[in-house]
């Protein structure tokens, strides 16, 4: 399979030099792309105010539901990849949602929120199957 994709970030030092840029593979311009998707919060992309997951809602807040918490996360999330991860098909998400207690350096600890987030899929031009692993951390500080 030819590498047809540009990676991103873009570099830009090598348009300027007109240079060649970096091409992936459809793996792994997926990957990016979803990981685009899960790291930019709606109305962030002025290209298009819908590109983007929720999950940038919940940052700093206490998450009292986790059950309503994933599915709304859920449904966000399957929107966003329809709209604009199209070369996936058969979209499943799976989440694991819990407490971790981090030491800082101030021997202070602080409580987060760790959402594993799994993508699996099919990648349509070849029928492949794909899947996607992200780790993030939200919630509010605290101190005991």
């Not at 997926?30 to 790291?39: C, E």
């Not at 999330?77 to 949602?97: A, G, M, P, W, Y």
Request: aromatic letters at 12%; charged letters at 25%; one cysteine or more.
């Amino acid at each position: 399979m030819p590498s047809s994709y540009l990676n991103i970030p873009v570099d830009f030092g090598s348009i300027i030099k007109k240079a060649e840029l970096r091409r992936i593979n459809i793996k792994q311009s997926i990957h990016n792309l979803l990981h685009l998707i899960l790291t930019t919060s709606y109305e962030e992309a002025r290209f298009d105010p819908s590109f983007g997951c929720e999950i940038w809602l919940y940052d700093f807040e206490t998450i009292y539901n986790p059950q309503a918490f994933k599915e709304n996360l859920k449904k966000s999330l399957l929107q966003s990849i329809r709209n604009h991860e199209k070369r996936l098909t058969n979209v499943s998400i799976d989440f694991q949602v819990e407490q971790k207690e981090i030491i800082s350096k101030i021997k202070n600890k602080r409580f987060k929120t760790r959402i594993v987030i799994i993508i699996n899929g099919l990648i349509e031009e070849t029928n492949e199957p794909f899947g996607h692993r992200e780790t993030f951390f939200i919630g509010p500080l605290s101190y005991s």
